[in-house]
């Protein structure tokens, strides 16, 4: 990918949490200092304009990527280079805040971040207050009318409170949109919205990523969402990133025996070449998660290898994928068929 067509790139990021039991009982029952490694050196490019997505199971650390990105957390380990500035060099409020206004995080609970008692004027308006976009209250009121317009609400809904109406999702949106970012970091915007809401916003998502020429990093561990969203896709296992590459090919090649898991488990998609393989088994606990790879113990091709060693992604087709078997080439290829059904339809 060339260089200036990169929006974020992350660079074997890391993130560990202090998870040790009171200081006290350590020292008492003379335990170490417990680290659990949420995000392990994970490594992505994000093309501008474009959906990258992280899918995989709960814990695996798709929020934690979110919430590097956006400078909510600092990395333990790692780079993150937003537009060619690498955001470890930015230290002062004033140099932080010139670009943290260019991305935007939504979250999954529709209603979680809006507070209550705020009109919905003033819930979308508080960026534009914050970062004196506009000033003037004539003028606010008229740029939360157009936004109410784009996320498809209505200029009139700005009196009202947030939970007046349906459209908690959207408020979010247009909340989202008011600093006019470039980067949305989509933490399962759709999870908690049933199924023909989710498909509505899924598609204003869409539209206003066409409309204002938006990249996201877009986080679910709905496979038939990501399918209909993305332009790449990353399935993260346990902190790591097993497999990447463009949405196509990692739907009708996938190589991680983990993304062939997760893909078996969608009804509508037929693997030629080998058998259905369930999802089995759980995912182990992450403070002493398995050695070498950490699928070994959910996985029909462990060997010893995979039991040692970490393995380091390669270039496999058109794919990226971390697996010693694809590596030792002792995997079957496989083709697959059908696609998950569409959920930008609601029926
Ligand atoms: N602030 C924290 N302190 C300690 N551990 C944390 C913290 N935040 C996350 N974790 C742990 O890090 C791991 C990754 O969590 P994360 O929330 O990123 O996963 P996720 O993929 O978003 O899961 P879900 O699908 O359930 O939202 C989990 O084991 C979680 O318990
Ligand atoms: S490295 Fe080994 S255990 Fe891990 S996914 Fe590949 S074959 Fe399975
Ligand atoms: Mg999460």
Redesign the pocket.
């Known amino acids: 990918m060339n260089k200036n067509d990169v929006l974020v790139r992350l660079t074997g990021i890391g993130k560990d949490f202090d998870v040790s039991p009171p200081l006290l009982n350590r020292l008492m029952e003379r335990q170490d200092k417990v680290l659990l490694k949420a995000v392990d050196n994970l490594s992505i490019d994000i093309p501008k304009g474009k959906t990258f997505s992280l899918v995989g199971e709960s814990g695996c650390g798709k929020s934690t990527v979110a919430r590097l990105t956006v400078g909510l957390y600092r990395p333990s380990r790692g780079s993150i280079v937003y537009d060619a500035i690498d955001m470890a060099t930015l230290k002062t409020q004033a140099q932080i805040e010139p670009v943290r206004k260019r991305m935007q995080m939504i979250f999954q609970d529709p209603y979680a971040s809006l507070n209550p008692r705020w009109r919905v004027s003033d819930i979308i308006a508080e960026p534009i207050r914050a970062h004196k976009l506009i000033s003037g209250k004539s003028a606010i009121d008229q740029r939360v009318a157009e936004l109410l317009v784009q996320v498809g609400l209505a200029a009139v809904d700005r009196v009202k409170f947030p939970h007046e109406f349906s459209g908690g999702q959207r408020q979010r949106i247009a909340r989202a949109l008011a600093s006019q970012p470039e980067f949305l970091i989509c933490d399962e915007p759709t999870s908690a919205l049933d199924v023909s809401v989710q498909a509505q916003i899924l598609n204003l998502m869409k539209e206003l990523q066409r409309q204002f020429a938006l990249t996201y990093l877009f986080i679910s561990h709905d496979l038939a969402v990501v399918y209909h969203i993305s332009d790449f896709v990353g399935v993260m296992y346990l902190g790591r990133l097993v497999e990447w590459s463009d949405k196509r090919t990692l739907f009708q090649r996938p190589w ?3 993304t062939r898991m997760l893909l078996d488990a969608i009804p509508d998609i037929e693997m030629s070449g080998r058998q259905r393989i369930p999802v089995a088994g759980e995912v182990p606990n992450p403070i002493h998660p398995p050695s070498g ?1 950490h ?2 113990p959910r ?1 029909p ?2 060997n010893d290898r ?1 039991r040692n060693e970490v ?1 380091a992604p390669i270039q496999k087709d058109e794919s990226n994928v971390a ?4 590596q030792e080439q002792r995997l079957p290829d496989v083709a697959v068929t059908g696609e998950p059904a569409d959920v930008t339809t609601s029926g």
């Open positions: 991680h025996p983990y790879c699928f070994h996985c091709y462990a995979c393995p697996c010693h078997a694809v």
